[in-house]
């Protein structure tokens, strides 16, 4: 009896450091660690879209081996949270309050990753954070089209690792459009890589953007970061020209070394 009980504690043990082993063979197999953060309490054209959006990152991630988490909670912006990430995505929202706020800036001072789409980006006279316009290289929100359209769209750097397989222009799905004032082009720092082509105006109805630059993807080059306009509806992500950039901005962030 004593023999068999030994026999099973062995097995046991046997199981316990395989797991362990195969736990170690995969994590370090995981090039780098994302998180995105979300919400479900906002227009629905904006939860659709990051339905769609966390559901690609889940499908790229096995395949490009890096991995992905998600959370609702913006209270997660913390310096202790954050360093467990080596890129930080945010999906239709950004920070509301001074602790997270200040827990993003110092995350992305120190070297960390960021990618934001669509109303991520979105700031006005009522977002009094002075830090985030100079981030995102001077861009503040100026108009955007309705409804929402396609829109042609011009590649300004296809050598880029972000553009490097999409085509010089490409459709890009329904989308809502923002336009920027002044257009971070404008700044010395900024690396415009797509734009949204002036054969579009005007573009909308209800809403109409007549005119005048409209960038589309940038990096400010002070920083390991990207922004996206793309992120209303559930059409956004229905291309695999698209996606593929998308695909390949997530592995240029994460992969990027401080
Ligand atoms: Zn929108």
């Given at each position: 009896m004593r023999k068999n009980c030994l026999v099973i504690i062995r097995l046991c043990l046997v199981i316990v450091f395989a797991g362990i082993l195969s736990y170690t063979s995969w994590s370090q197999k995981q090039k780098f660690k994302a998180i995105a953060f979300y919400t479900t309490t906002v227009e629905r054209d904006h939860v659709n879209f990051a339905r769609d959006v966390l559901h690609f990152f889940s499908y790229i991630s096995a395949k490009d081996h890096f991995s992905i988490d998600s959370t609702t909670?913006?209270?997660?912006?913390t310096d202790d949270y954050l360093k467990n990430y080596q890129l930080v995505i945010w999906v239709n929202e950004f920070p509301h309050n001074e602790v997270q706020r200040n827990a993003f800036r110092k995350y992305m001072e120190h070297g960390g990753a960021w990618l934001g789409f669509h109303v991520s980006g979105y700031n006005d006279k009522?977002?009094?954070w002075p830090w985030f316009v100079d981030f995102l290289g001077g861009a503040v929100f100026h108009n955007n089209n309705w409804p929402p359209l396609r829109a042609k769209l011009i590649v300004d750097?296809?050598?880029h690792p972000v553009t490097?397989?999409?085509?010089?222009s490409f459709i890009s799905p329904i989308n809502e459009w923002y336009q920027w004032k002044?257009?971070?082009?404008?700044?010395?720092?900024v690396h415009v890589l797509v734009s949204l082509d002036s054969?579009?105006?005007?573009?909308?109805?209800?809403?109409?953007?007549?005119d005048g630059d409209l960038p589309v993807v940038w990096t400010n080059?002070?920083?390991?970061m990207l922004y996206m306009n793309m992120g209303h509806?559930?059409?956004?992500?229905?291309?695999s020209t698209q996606n593929r950039m998308i695909e390949d901005a997530v592995l240029w962030l994460g992969e990027r070394k401080k």
């Open positions: 909670q913006w209270e997660n912006m009522e977002t009094q750097d296809r050598n490097k397989h999409v085509p010089a002044p257009s971070p082009r404008l700044n010395k720092d054969s579009n105006y005007p573009l909308g109805k209800k809403d109409i953007i007549r080059t002070k920083y390991k509806g559930d059409l956004v992500m229905s291309d």
